[in-house]
């Protein structure tokens, strides 16, 4: 079970894309997922860092599918 913490500064949409985002993440062996504050603030080009209990070749690939799963689901293109 991952904890989560929200900044419930941030806005609404946003926290309810990286919600459905661990959700997607649910069957992966996940440690850790750290959001930053907006989908606009980039560190080396991402928003979202998953941490895995192994980097795997496919576990990376299931996080990347998960992540596109997340955002068909609400409506983000």
Known sequence: MIA???DLRTRKEWRALVRAFI???SSLPVRQV????????KVYDS??????EEDTPEDTMEVVKAAVRAERRMGVE
């Open 4 to 6: 989560l913490l929200e």
């Open 23 to 25: 959700e997607e993440l």
């Open 34 to 41: 750290i959001a930053l504050p907006s989908p606009d603030d």
């Open 47 to 52: 928003n979202v860092l998953v941490v895995l």
